[in-house]
C-alpha cells in the first residue's frame, strides 16, 4: 500500500527552525517528483517547494526562496524540507506529495501525507 508520512512539525518561534521529513514507501520513490505544500485555515493550498526524482532540479515558492530547503535520500525513499527564518505566516499543515509527471507540471501528484502541523507565534 502506498503510504506518505510525514513528521517534524510543531510549535517554533519566529526566527526559529523545523526539519520536516516524509517517509514513503509503496511505489517507486527514486521515479518520482516530490512536493511540499501547505494549506492555512481560510486559505487556498499552495506548493512549498518541489524537487526532481534524482534531486537535480528543485523549485520553490518565491516567499520561501532563501528560507526554505527541499532534499531527498532515495536510499532512505524520504524528502526533507528544511525551515529557517520561519514567520508567524508560515504557520500551516504541510503535506506530502509523490508526482509520476513530469518535474514542470502544474498540478500535484495522486499521493498525500496526511500532513503536519506547523505553527509559528511568539
Known amino acids: 500500500q502506498v503510504r506518505l508520512v510525514e513528521s517534524g512539525g510543531g510549535l517554533v518561534q519566529p526566527g526559529g527552525s523545523l526539519r520536516l521529513s516524509c517517509a514513503a514507501s509503496g511505489f517507486t520513490f527514486s521515479r518520482y517528483t516530490m512536493n511540499w505544500y501547505r494549506q492555512a485555515p481560510g486559505k487556498t493550498r499552495e506548493l512549498v517547494a518541489r524537487i526532481s526524482s534524482s534531486g537535480g532540479s528543485t523549485k520553490y515558492a518565491d516567499s520561501m526562496k532563501g528560507r526554505f530547503t527541499i532534499s531527498r535520500d532515495n536510499a532512505k525513499n524520504t524528502v526533507y524540507l528544511q525551515m529557517n527564518s520561519l514567520k508567524p505566516e508560515d504557520t500551516a499543515v504541510y503535506y506530502c506529495?509523490?508526482?509520476?509527471?513530469?518535474?514542470?507540471?502544474?498540478?500535484?501528484?495522486?499521493?498525500w501525507g496526511q500532513g503536519t502541523q506547523v505553527t509559528v507565534s511568539s
Open positions: 506529495n509523490a508526482d509520476p509527471g513530469d518535474f514542470w507540471g502544474a498540478d500535484p501528484g495522486m499521493y
